[in-house]
């Protein structure tokens, strides 16, 4: 016991020192990751195959690699579902590429492409924006309404290449419209035609499912495993909107930035409270404890999140090692079982 005390002292040791260099992203010093044993990653991919709620974060700022706070490996083992939100990186960048497909492949965390889905914000150079465009300007009618329903597809299409050409997930539709023509039932319509291709569809078989992915993507792609078990989800700042995807959705990320609770239109499984870790990093994340604490009436809620979760890795006095409290509120949440 004493030689076991003796290096868990030596671990926290160290760990100390390694997080007074990690401050310093400019450091030519490069950090490597504890690895553990195949037992270890098992029970960790158990775990979060299992139904439990769930933790979540939108990542970003990967593209320095010289720090832990910025690596896929550095975030918390049992983080259930990461939103990439600082965009797929190119795949020249074997370095990240390795991370990502260790953190997805053997720690069992999930990998979402994300988005503001605003299709009048995206530039005319996209396909699906010069038949958007085109389709705009046609006079109303039955061929304008097809036209347009057709660059929706296109636009699902183009997000739902980024998940299965790189071997993701799943998606995150950041649904913020604010005035965008690709809102209400044009979004239900573009998020419907990604549904054939991810998410819990009822209304589509998994045969299909892999017969649509087998057209689009090859048989090489349709053969992987899990193929037709990627996720779709939807993420918006109110509960009460787009009920009538449920059906279609994996999960609500909702931004909760405030720090509420209530399932609104969705139902209390599903829905995924997320605080705002972007902004409040240097508080006491006080919004996170409520949100992992939170029990529904009855059943379970989806589980908790953060946005820019990686801001938790900073050592302050309100955080004195990194992911402390990020950590702290998975336990909250899924208390471990001794």
């Not at 098992?42 to 139904?51: E, I, T, Y």
């Not at 193929?227 to 989800?233: G, R, V």
């Amino acid at each position: 016991m004493r030689t076991i005390n003796y290096l868990l002292t030596l671990i926290v040791g160290m760990g100390g020192l390694m997080v007074s260099c990690d401050t310093d992203i400019e450091s030519e010093s490069i950090q490597h990751p504890y690895t553990y044993s195949d037992l270890y990653y098992q029970n960790l991919r158990d775990f979060k195959a299992s139904d439990h709620e769930i933790s979540f974060g939108w990542f970003a700022q990967y593209g320095a690699q010289n720090s832990m706070g910025v690596r896929f490996m550095g975030l918390p083992d049992s983080l259930d579902i990461c939103s990439m939100w600082g965009g797929i990186p190119a795949k020249e960048n074997t370095d990240i590429w390795e991370e990502i497909r260790f953190v997805q492949k053997v720690k069992g965390t999930k990998m979402l492409a994300v988005a503001i889905t605003r299709i009048d914000a995206e530039t005319d150079d996209h396909d699906f924006k010069k038949a958007y465009n085109e389709a705009k300007a046609m006079p109303d009618g039955e061929e304008r309404t097809a036209a347009l329903n057709r660059s929706f597809e296109m636009y699902a299409e183009y997000f739902l290449d980024q998940v299965f050409l790189n071997d993701l997930d799943g998606f995150d539709a950041d649904y913020e419209p604010e005035g965008d023509f690709l809102s209400g039932t044009n979004f239900e319509y573009f998020y419907k035609h990604m549904a054939k291709y991810m998410g819990p569809n009822p209304d589509i078989t998994k045969e299909e499912r892999l017969k649509l992915i087998e057209e689009r993507y090859g048989k090489e792609i349709a053969s992987q495993e899990g193929i037709c078990d990627k996720m779709l989800n939807i993420d918006q700042t109110s509960a009460n909107q787009m009920a009538s995807l449920v059906p279609y959705s994996n999960y609500c990320f909702l931004q909760a930035y405030s720090g509420g609770t209530g399932a609104g239109s969705w139902p209390d499984e599903k829905v995924v409270y997320c605080c705002n870790m972007g902004d409040n990093w240097q508080g006491t994340m006080e919004s996170m404890y409520n949100q992992a604490r939170y029990k529904p009436a009855s059943g379970r809620k989806g589980g908790f999140g953060a946005f820019f979760i990686h801001r938790d890795y900073n050592v302050h006095e309100n955080n004195p090692y990194p992911y402390k409290r990020f950590r702290e509120c998975i336990q909250i949440q899924n208390p471990a079982i001794h």
